[in-house]
């Protein structure tokens, strides 16, 4: 069997230091992703902020799935030390 995925990335991401905080959002066709990272931070932080300022409600409008996704990094133990996620 064959399958043909067609899907359109848009990857916008803001960068502002090496270890501050990095916002992402991933347009596929049917669904967006707005994932937020931290590190060395509070556990939770990633996602309150996304909360806190509203990047989902820009794409309400849109028709699609929106996935909120804190992941959070321990630079100590070279991993991740936090994943939350949320279907709006």
Do not use: P, R
């Not at 359109?8 to 991933?26: A, R, S, W």
């Not at 939770?44 to 990094?73: C, P, R, S, V």
């Amino acid at each position: 069997m064959y399958y043909i995925y067609n899907f359109d990335i848009i990857i916008l991401i803001n960068v502002k230091g090496k270890y501050e905080t990095k916002k992402t959002t991933i347009k596929l066709n049917d669904a967006i992703y707005i994932l937020e990272f931290k590190v060395d931070g509070q556990k939770g932080e990633a996602m309150k902020q996304i909360k806190e300022k509203k990047y989902h409600e820009k794409y309400l409008t849109q028709n699609q799935d929106i996935f909120l996704l804190g992941i959070e990094f321990d630079t100590s133990d070279e991993n991740i030390s936090n994943f939350e996620w949320e279907k709006i």
